[in-house]
């Protein structure tokens, strides 16, 4: 490891907040928050000369699915350097100090939402996913059709359980989602459901157990409308069900006109409302991914269980060399391997193959963007069909 770096410690929490609050402009009140969120024996440090950390970054732990399966991810969240320190590669020094011990850890893929594409892109990140914040007027929403008599009632306290429990049933089936600890679920919905409504749909069939549910929150409004809606999330394992919960969340629309979600650019929402423009964008960002253990990564995920093939890549990876040089991808029967051999007919960087991974972009878009070559098109064919169809989604900001 760079012989600047050194893991944290419970000794570094107090300057570790410091470094963050400075790096994210945290008022003093969010102390208590963040301090205790801090995992510092999962940050790696660099120290500054007068007692300060220098630079730090921190790993969380969690689960994303891909292809139905949760694969181990190591979340980026806080990396900061001091404003004194800033400019001297210590942000990528923290970054690339962690590859060694994520690989050991199995945490085959590393993810961030990031401040600067381009730094983690120059340490083998690469776009994934979006994170879109919008505005759509309820009423497209509340003209959804579904039938009226799906049992929708309002939920209390007693149902978050099961809340965690729908949602980890439908979210392994989506790319991208977070699979969430109940810790993670409290921040979107509170154990005693302050400030939250949340609808539910009983499932006929489990006692016990939700079909669907649909939270929000009340948020400001410009006169003279009293309050936005704010939706945290809608999960349901029916269409009908799906509709009828968006229906409910628009429903408030003469007092509040607006809903804003988070989703996907290309959010299957749109598959429901009618309406012709129905989106405000208010912010869209990308969230970005890395292989970090390349074979174990290919082997963590589900494929498609109807795709069979092989293609030979030549991968490379400056940073996690263990990733780097010729390898054989197969992918059958829903499970994909990467071995070492083969011809190398593909070259492929470590951005570009994580960004084929998550099924962002397929091979052909990397291609053109210089990610993959190859001379062989049959080659970048087969390795266009071998990779996940759509992008990921992923709601949880972190
Ligand atoms: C972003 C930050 C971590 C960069 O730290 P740093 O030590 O200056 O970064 P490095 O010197 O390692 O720079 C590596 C690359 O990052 C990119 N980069 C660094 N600072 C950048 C900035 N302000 N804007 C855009 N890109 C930047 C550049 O591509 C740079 O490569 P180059 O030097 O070859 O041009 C630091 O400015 C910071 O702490 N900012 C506040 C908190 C924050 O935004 N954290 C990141 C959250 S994801």
């Avoid at 087969?382 to 949880?396: E, I, R």
């Amino acid at each position: 490891m760079d012989d600047r770096l050194r893991w944290g410690t419970e000794d570094d929490r107090e300057a570790l907040w410091r470094l963050y609050q400075q790096g994210f402009g945290v008022p003093d009140r969010g102390r208590e928050r963040w301090i205790g969120r801090l995992v510092p024996e999962r940050a790696l440090v660099v120290d500054g000369a007068h007692g300060e950390l220098a630079a730090a970054a921190q790993i969380r732990s969690f689960h994303q699915a891909f292809g139905g399966r949760a694969v181990p991810l190591a979340g980026y969240s806080p990396v900061a350097v001091a404003a004194e320190h800033r400019g001297r590669g210590l942000a990528k020094a923290v970054m690339v100090g962690h590859y060694a011990d994520l690989r050991d850890r199995g945490e085959v893929i590393a993810g961030l939402f990031p401040a600067s594409v381009a730094l983690y892109r120059s340490v083998g990140f690469e776009v994934a996913g979006s994170y879109v914040q919008r505005r759509v007027p309820a009423a497209h929403l509340a003209a959804i059709s579904a039938p009226s008599d799906l049992g929708i009632r309002r939920g209390t306290p007693d149902d978050v359980a099961a809340v965690h429990r729908c949602y980890a049933r439908l979210a392994i089936e989506i790319d991208g989602s977070m699979l969430r600890t109940p810790e993670a679920f409290a921040a979107r919905l509170p154990p005693d459901l302050a400030d939250t409504y949340l609808y539910v749909v009983d499932d006929p069939a489990a006692p016990g157990e939700l079909a669907g549910y649909a939270l929000y929150r009340h948020g400001t409004a410009r006169p003279p409308y009293d309050y936005s809606v704010v939706v945290a999330e809608v999960h349901a394992d029916s269409p009908d069900r799906r509709r009828a919960l968006w229906r409910v969340v628009g429903s408030s629309g003469t007092q509040a006109p607006v809903v804003e979600m988070i989703g996907p650019a290309e959010d299957p929402l749109w598959l429901l409302v009618g309406a012709a423009d129905p989106e405000a964008v208010r912010s869209e960002i990308r969230w970005m991914l890395r292989l970090v253990d390349a074979p174990g990564a290919v082997a963590a995920r589900g494929w498609n269980p109807t795709v069979r093939g092989s293609v030979d890549l030549a991968i490379a990876d400056e940073h996690a060399p263990w990733n780097a040089g010729r390898w054989r991808l197969t992918v059958e029967d829903g499970d994909g391997r990467l071995e070492p051999g083969g011809e190398g007919t593909v070259e492929v960087s470590i951005q570009g193959f994580s960004c084929w991974w998550s099924g962002y972009a397929d091979a052909h878009a990397l291609a053109r963007a210089g990610a993959v070559r190859s001379a062989d098109r049959r080659a970048l064919a087969t390795l266009a069909g071998l990779g996940a169809a759509s992008p990921p989604t992923l709601v949880d900001f972190y």
